[in-house]
């Protein structure tokens, strides 16, 4: 029974509704790749309630949802619904964030054709409508209003047992009963292996390169001259779908090799997107801008010092370079959580049955910008060399304990830590009076190690 005073829509919208087979916006290219993906998300659909798809801007989260959405939506009598939440900006509220369900739901109205009326709030309208329907929702960029989100979609599926919800974020929504999916970038040609002409097009990233420049300049081909650029470029752009595309939209004026030349300035050079796209999307610094101003002032800090460490990190190495009184190490763990979280930071699965400390990384996008950020502050030279100084200590400790019984210990973690120990050998030569800083981390690493072809 809906709520005293509000109107039974049941009834009235009864025959024009249920014919409905929902509203799901129309895409104007195909999506390349992503079928494993496909298929694990329709299984999850299935079977639970809220599933949510998570990672970072420009990974794909709603093209992914839109394709699951499309295939799964003759499994719904009431259709399948798209809402897009960035209707909800922030500066057209008086507050930085939406904290009010009613608002969500007003707008989850309007996407399915149902203006709010007179006599109740948006949320037990829309529950009255959708009491025993059997509907897919698709909640679109759910981060920027995530507190209300939590508390609109807990409504939501507690009173309506035949709805069920897939969502986007660039974090969880953190209720009850949701399952969170993690979206990863498309897959990159492995830099060790140069693969065939007819191999390389079997990487996603290179395969949404080739079709859509294909769709830019026609008689684009991928070929033997260009094929190193490419695959280069794809690992460079680190597989995300956003970054390529914006690369391609480079393809009319320059070759491969030229764009992979100028990608050291990626911010400048992917600036020219579809005037269709939403302005988030339309160059990568917006992209990245979008995640950083939904962060809290302590995360944006650690995210700007992460940038000094290459190729990954663990939390003892944080501690050491990324603490001080505006960071501190006790507030450290949930910090770093919040970067995790919001898809800025990623754990790295060890695999197989190694022990150790626990790794994260950044994508090199997301590297980039927040390096950005520490010259911004002024603070680049000072945490490049607390990194520095972390790594001839780990040095000395890999050489002490090298005779040990940790020898296969420290032999794994130097070879996971080379490219932080390069990067500060790096910046010792290019950096004034840094120099002399070299010979204390050759001379402090083991010499077996050099010798053994690591």
Same mark, same amino acid.
């Not at 390529?244 to 911010?267: T, Y």
């Not at 699965?349 to 197989?352: E, L, R, S």
């Not at 981390?441 to 690591?454: D, K, N, Q």
């Given at each position: ?28 290219s195909?999506?390349v ?5 496909i ?14 798809l998570?990672?970072?801007g ?9 394709q ?47 203006p ?14 959708l ?17 209300a ?15 069920r ?16 999916y ?13 693969a ?9 990233s290179?395969?949404?390169?080739v ?13 033997h001259h260009?094929?190193d ?5 794809c ?5 995300l ?33 579809r005037r269709d796209?939403?302005g988030? +999307?339309?160059?990568l *610094? #917006?992209?990245? /801008?979008?995640s950083?101003?939904?962060? @809290?002032?302590? !995360?944006? %800090? ?21 603490c ?12 770093l959580a ?10 790295l699965?060890?695999?197989?049955d ?13 590297r980039?910008?927040g ?21 001839r ?14 020898q ?9 830590? +080379?490219?932080?120990? *390069? #990067?500060?050998? /790096?910046?010792?030569?290019a950096t004034? @009076?840094?120099? !002399?800083? %070299?010979?204390p ?14």
């Open positions: 029974m809906p709520s005293p005073g509000v109107p039974d829509w049941k009834e009235a919208s009864r025959g024009g509704r249920r014919s409905m087979r929902g509203s799901l916006p129309a895409q104007l195909p999506l790749g992503r079928g494993r993906e298929g694990q998300v329709k299984a999850l659909v299935t079977k639970h309630r809220l599933v949510t998570t990672g970072v420009g990974v794909g989260k709603t093209r992914l949802a839109l699951v959405a499309t295939d799964l939506r003759r499994q719904f009598s009431d259709g399948a619904w798209f809402v897009d939440l960035t209707h909800l900006q922030a500066s057209q509220l008086p507050g930085p964030e939406v904290r009010d369900p009613d608002l969500i739901a007003h707008v989850v109205l309007l996407a399915l054709g149902m709010q009326r007179a006599g109740g709030s948006p949320v037990e309208m829309l529950i009255s409508y009491t025993d329907r059997q509907t897919l929702v698709v909640l679109d960029n759910c981060e920027q209003v995530g507190p989100c939590a508390v609109f979609v807990d409504q939501l599926l507690v009173a309506c047992a035949g709805v919800v897939l969502a986007t974020s660039r974090e969880p929504i953190a209720v009850g009963g949701e399952v969170i993690p979206v990863q970038p498309l897959p990159v040609p492995d830099r060790d292996r140069r065939d002409l007819r191999d390389l097009t079997r990487y996603e290179v395969a949404l390169f079709t859509r420049a294909q769709a830019v300049t026609p008689g684009f081909t991928l070929t260009n094929r650029a490419v695959a280069e470029l690992r460079r752009l680190d597989g779908p956003l970054a390529i595309e914006l690369a391609v939209a480079r393809v009319r004026v320059l070759a491969p090799q030229q764009i992979l030349e100028r990608v050291n300035d990626r911010f400048a050079l992917l600036s020219r997107g796209a939403p988030r +999307q339309q160059t *610094r #917006a992209c990245v /801008e979008w950083f101003d939904l962060c @809290g002032k302590p !995360e944006r %800090v650690l995210w700007a010092r992460l940038s000094v460490f290459v190729g990954g990190f663990t939390l003892d190495a944080v501690e050491s370079v990324c001080d009184e505006l960071l501190p190490a006790h507030d450290l763990v949930d910090v919040g970067l995790v979280d919001k898809s800025i930071v990623d754990r699965d060890p695999g197989g190694r022990s150790g400390p626990v790794r994260y990384r950044m994508l090199e996008t997301i980039d910008y390096m950005e950020r520490l010259a911004q502050a002024g603070d680049q030279a000072l945490f490049r060399a607390r990194h520095r100084d972390w790594c200590e780990l040095v000395a400790a890999a050489g002490a304990g090298w005779s040990s019984h940790r296969p210990y420290w032999q794994a973690r130097l070879t996971e830590e +080379q490219p932080n120990v *390069r #990067a500060a050998i /790096e910046f010792c030569l004034p @009076g840094e120099a !002399e800083m %070299v010979f981390i050759v001379e402090l690493m083991p010499r077996a190690y050099w010798g053994s072809g690591v």
